[in-house]
């Protein structure tokens, strides 16, 4: 069964910093892997989507990394903002359900960005 | 462009009794998702539909939890009877799915915050 794990569970940092976000999954065999954003009181916003045969993908101050075989990802924010301030989530989805769009979630990493 | 609009957008009630949330995919999306997000459990699906057939409802918890998509641009997602543990936030997505190995991101609504007291 597949699980999606994301550590730390909550991040501070001081606005400018760059940081990393973490997500780990524990079965290869995936189609693809999303991150989401998620604002309070709000749904998830697809931010990045990694194709399983791709490296890493690019929009603006983020940059996501998949590395399938050792089940990682990552999500690099640069130079971060106070807007950037929300709980990340990244979820995969996974071969093996007959072509089925399900997506196994992680719980999340909620970000808060100090200016 | 609208998104996914679900109602209502916050839900009280008491034990037992029949609750039903709506969703309104984006116009043009085939696949519509209904999941449940907790503190414990984080974000689970439910059961999603194609084309307006279930495809997948192995998430739904019990017989209770019903849903139901007669068109293309509508779906419920019913509680019947309801209990306190169904007290959650439950979002509704779309998506184009293309078939195969197609990858859409999915859309979220604002999601509907249940509370069953």
């Known amino acids: 069964k597949q699980e999606v794990t994301q550590i730390p569970a909550a991040l501070s940092v001081p606005e400018g910093e760059n940081l990393v976000l973490n997500c780990s999954f524990t079965d290869s065999a995936i189609y693809n892997l999303q991150w989401f954003r998620q604002d309070p009181g709000k749904g998830l916003t697809s931010l990045l989507l990694i194709q399983s045969s791709q490296r890493e993908q690019t929009s603006g101050r983020l940059n996501a990394s998949l590395d399938k075989s050792s089940g990682r990802s990552t999500l690099y924010i640069a130079a971060s903002q106070p807007g950037d301030s929300a709980t990340y989530l990244c979820?995969?989805?996974?071969?093996?359900?007959?072509?089925?769009?399900?997506?196994?979630f992680g719980k999340g990493t909620k970000l808060t960005v100090n200016p | 462009d609208a998104g996914v609009i679900q109602s209502p957008r916050h839900e009280v009630t008491e034990m037992g009794q029949e609750v039903t949330l709506r969703c309104k995919p984006i116009s043009g999306h085939n696949s519509l998702f209904w999941y449940r997000q907790t503190m414990m459990r984080g974000l689970e699906l439910l059961i999603y539909f194609n084309n307006n057939v279930p495809i997948d409802d192995s998430g739904m918890p019990e017989d209770r939890f019903s849903a139901k998509m007669p068109n293309a641009s509508f779906s419920t997602l019913k509680i019947q009877p309801s209990e306190p543990r169904d007290s959650a936030v439950y979002f509704c997505?779309?998506?184009?799915?293309?078939?195969?190995?197609?990858?859409?991101?999915?859309?979220f609504g604002d999601g509907t915050r249940l509370s069953i007291l």
């Open positions: 979820a995969v989805r996974p071969l093996g359900q007959g072509g089925s769009e399900k997506l196994v």
């Open positions: 997505a779309s998506s184009y799915y293309v078939g195969g190995r197609g990858n859409q991101p999915q859309h």
